[in-house]
């Protein structure tokens, strides 16, 4: 079974194997885009393409899958440390190579096998989605001082030349694209979305009481995995998502007021953190299906992301999470904020944008003293972060780029 920190439970597996049935949903942003994509835009042939390792499967060949008039391929890689391989995928490609207007929608940019694509089907029409914490090497030689990204960086620097158009859902990515590539082959876009329509505000107090927390506490919700990055060293309590700074932060407040207490949900019990959380003598809940984490986000009051880390904020997007807090009108503390991409006067309504811990702890308070003047969020990042608006920007690109 692959490591538990990988964004799976057990109830996706059989036997150690991913459960067949659901096999072809491997990667969510690509599941999820492409069926929106489709249904919205039916003049498009679709497929969405996924690398797998074959030990974690009960297959080893490519496997096709056709759900909602999308062509779903698994295709079998080869894994060396961090880099992935598949000479079957380059076979696909070389079997489109000869038909006409061929979109390749890469999910990444940094990664030796985008490269190579890149640099061996320059025909084709290439879009790239940059993903949060997805750097370039020369960001990472800043803070690693490892010579290896000077060469990665050579290469990179070169295949990114043949991309057509890139959305960056960060504004260090954005900065980096439009250096490199020039403003008209870029846009500031998160290429995910939020459902709307599946995921209506719910009474916060039916909500608690099927979740069993308590109707009388105002609750900070922290989401995410109790675990500190590499960089623990050089960032201490702000490393990675910031868990320790958020425990911190529920603890001093909950000292000053007793009603106000910290919910934590995310953890795996192998996460370097998950005891000093656990211990803690506020609500924890392991990792669970992100439907049910929804449940929780609703049901609190404030959301907090404290991370301090220098590293990531810049290229790593406004998270999902806060997102869907923010979706349900529970405003949120974070740096990352500043990858929200409507106007300054609008995020300020979101909440605060910091990473220092004097203004997170104040932010927090002053939020939880306050919740009535941030009770629209959704109402705001609805405008940016919707399915509709998110493919049809997308088919904007396309057209432009086809015609």
């Not at 990515?173 to 439009?178: L, V």
């Not at 608690?208 to 990055?229: S, Y």
Request: charged share 25%.
């Amino acid at each position: 079974m692959p490591p538990t920190n990988k964004g799976v439970t057990n109830e996706h597996f059989i036997d150690g194997k991913y459960r067949n049935e659901i096999f072809h949903r491997g990667g969510s942003w690509a599941y999820n885009f492409s069926r929106k994509f489709k249904s919205l835009h039916s003049n498009y042939n679709v497929e969405s393409w996924n690398l797998y390792k074959p030990q974690y499967s009960n297959f080893s060949e490519i496997h096709k899958v056709r759900e909602d008039n999308v062509i779903f391929k698994q295709i079998p890689c080869l894994n060396f440390s961090s880099i992935i391989f598949s000479i079957l995928l380059l076979k696909e490609l070389f079997n489109l190579n000869e038909k006409n207007k061929i979109i390749i929608h890469h999910q990444s940019v940094f990664t030796p096998m985008a490269s190579m694509i890149l640099l061996l089907f320059p025909s084709f029409i290439h879009v790239a989605q940059q993903r949060g914490g997805e750097f370039p090497p020369q960001w990472k030689y800043k803070f690693r001082k490892k010579l290896v990204y000077h060469l990665e960086s050579l290469i990179y620097n070169y295949s990114i030349k043949n991309l057509h158009f890139v959305f960056c859902s960060s504004i260090g990515s954005f900065t980096f694209m439009k250096n490199h590539l020039g403003n008209d082959k870029v846009l500031h876009f998160k290429g995910g979305a939020f459902d709307y329509e599946s995921y209506p505000i719910r009474s916060k107090k039916e909500l608690r009481k099927e979740l069993n927390l308590p109707q009388n506490k105002k609750l900070i919700i922290f989401l995410g995995q109790f675990r500190t990055w590499r960089n623990y060293d050089f960032f201490g309590k702000g490393s990675g998502k910031g868990i320790e700074l958020a425990l911190e932060i529920c603890n001093t407040l909950n000292k000053a007021d007793s009603s106000i207490q910290g919910l934590f949900v995310g953890g795996k019990e192998d996460d370097n953190r998950y005891e000093l959380i656990n211990k803690s003598d506020h609500i924890v809940r392991k990792y669970m299906p992100n439907s049910e984490a929804m449940k929780y986000l609703q049901a609190s009051d404030i959301c907090i992301l404290p991370t301090a880390d220098k590293e990531w904020i810049p290229f790593g997007d406004i998270p999902t999470c806060l997102v869907e807090a923010l979706s349900f009108n529970i405003p949120v503390v974070s740096k990352m904020l500043i990858h929200f991409r409507g106007t300054n006067r609008e995020r300020q309504k979101l909440g605060f944008c910091f990473s220092k811990r004097d203004n997170l702890l104040n932010g927090t308070s002053y939020i939880l003293r306050n919740l009535e003047k941030f009770s629209q969020t959704r109402k705001i990042v609805k405008k940016y972060y919707n399915w509709e608006i998110t493919v049809n920007t997308t088919a904007e690109v396309y057209e432009r780029l086809v015609s």
